[in-house]
């Protein structure tokens, strides 16, 4: 399959000081694939270099085969920035027939780009009547224009309501599966979590970790933590045999390592008059990109 998106070996340096260092990633039609790293990581600048603001030192970028900036990347791919701006007295609707026309793409298919991102009802009002999550969705709607190969979006969510979020990964799961691939950079380690396909991780402008989810646990080997809750009086005996962490006197937890969950569970279960329940919480996205980003845990993981 092309890619859509193709960086290969990408340098760029700002006064002597490399920003990013030998960056190498793809994006396929139809994949979501995020992109994390600390303030400073290179994160906006790859976005940058990718719409061909910023020129590398080294290294290629071809967005849909061709090089940024030029006529053919421009029509290929569509951008959503952290803060949207629009005209405070025009409509929603009128901000959508403006672009689309800036675009060549039929303003007969605002409303269905409106509907998609949930402001039909609200169309027809001033977009300086808008909440932030509706001027975001607005930005998304802008962005899905004449269904782009490729989909930019940077901190997309930044700012919106849970269930805005929700409603927002919905729209791009949805961006996705017309074909378009999809770049985001987030906040929200969670929620990427659960709402992409691959994960990329730069820092200090390099990609430390490229991969899955289930991939990037593998590859740092991190512990899948096992809690258990003990019946009344068995937490001591339970503590002695499997060792692990006391938790409020009546429970435990036990890092298991990679290839051995299952053996500590068949143990468990020969101590089933002992247990009252068990919860098993595998390495989550968070624990992943502090191992792969070298991050301490009070350090700013944007």
């Not at 609707?93 to 509907?115: H, I, M, N, Q």
């Not at 799961?173 to 990427?192: F, I, N, P, Q, W």
């Not at 080997?221 to 045999?241: C, F, K, N, Q, V």
């Amino acid at each position: 399959m092309t890619e859509t998106l193709a960086i290969k070996a990408l340098c760029l340096s700002f006064g002597g000081q490399k920003v990013l260092d030998d960056v190498s990633l793809s994006v396929q039609p139809g994949e979501r694939l995020a992109l994390l790293g600390h303030n400073g990581a290179g994160k906006s600048t790859l976005f940058k270099t990718v719409l061909g603001f910023l020129r590398p030192c080294s290294g290629t970028v071809a967005v849909a085969g061709h090089a940024p900036g030029s006529d053919l990347a421009r029509e290929a791919v569509n951008y959503l920035p952290e803060v949207v701006s629009f005209q405070r007295n025009l409509s929603g609707r009128e901000v959508l027939s403006y672009f689309s026309g800036l675009r060549g793409t039929p303003k007969a298919e605002v409303s269905d780009l409106l509907a998609r991102v949930g402001l039909l009802e609200a169309a027809d009002r001033a977009v300086g009547a808008y909440s932030k999550g509706m001027r975001q969705r607005l930005g998304l709607a802008q962005a899905l224009i004449g269904t782009p190969r490729l989909l930019l979006l940077d901190e997309p969510t930044s700012g919106l309501d849970p269930v805005s979020r929700h409603e927002f990964y919905e729209v791009i799961a949805d961006a996705a599966a017309r074909g378009s691939a999809v770049l985001l950079s987030s906040h929200g380690l969670e929620e990427v979590q659960d709402k992409t396909d691959r994960i990329a991780i730069l820092a200090r402008g390099r990609l430390t970790a490229e991969g899955t989810l289930a991939e990037l646990a593998h590859k740092a080997g991190l512990p899948t933590t096992i809690r258990i809750s003990a019946r009344p009086g068995a937490a001591d005996a339970l503590h002695g045999e499997f060792g692990g962490r006391r938790i409020n006197g009546c429970r435990l937890a036990l890092d298991c390592a990679q290839g051995a969950k299952v053996d500590l569970l068949a143990r468990l279960g020969r101590h089933q008059d002992k247990l009252r329940d068990i919860d098993i919480a595998p390495p989550g996205l968070t624990d992943i990109y502090r191992h792969f980003s070298r991050t301490g845990p009070t350090e700013d993981q944007t």
